[in-house]
């Protein structure tokens, strides 16, 4: 998936959205992209930050920020020879709406009936 969880013509539970919302749980099931992202919560940071930072090599970095990318959970922005990434927050507030969709209805659940024998 490219940039942000789609948020225009499929409701949330709707395939597309699952779909869009399995790309970016899946990127975020990576405790190296956790701990990227956890980095960026300050702010942008440039690759060479990062790769100091985390203390990672910095081919391993970029195929994880690919991943955080293409997921839409990060932006990147160039200067020059240096790139800069940061959070997308349209995409961290469009998963946080989906996982909230996912609980339902505050209060008490219908309790479903035990399936008649046939």
């Given at each position: 998936m ?6 225009s013509?499929k409701?949330p ?9 399995g790309?970016?749980l ?23 930050t ?11 970095l970029?195929?994880?920020?690919r ?22 927050d349209?995409?961290?507030e ?10 339902g ?9 035990p399936?008649?024998?046939a």
């Amino acid at each position: 998936m490219r940039g942000a969880l789609k948020t225009s013509g499929k409701r949330p539970g709707g395939r597309l959205a699952i779909i869009e919302a399995g790309a970016v749980l899946r990127a975020l099931a990576d405790d190296n992209r956790l701990r990227i992202l956890t980095r960026l919560r300050k702010g942008e940071q440039c690759v060479c930050t990062l790769v100091d930072a985390l203390d990672c090599a910095q081919p391993l970095l970029s195929h994880h920020l690919r991943v955080l990318k293409e997921a839409g959970l990060v932006v990147d922005r160039r200067e020059g020879r240096w790139t800069y990434y940061a959070i997308n927050d349209q995409t961290v507030e469009t998963i946080e709406r989906f996982l909230c969709d996912l609980r339902g209805p505050v209060g008490p659940k219908p309790v479903s009936r035990p399936c008649a024998d046939a």
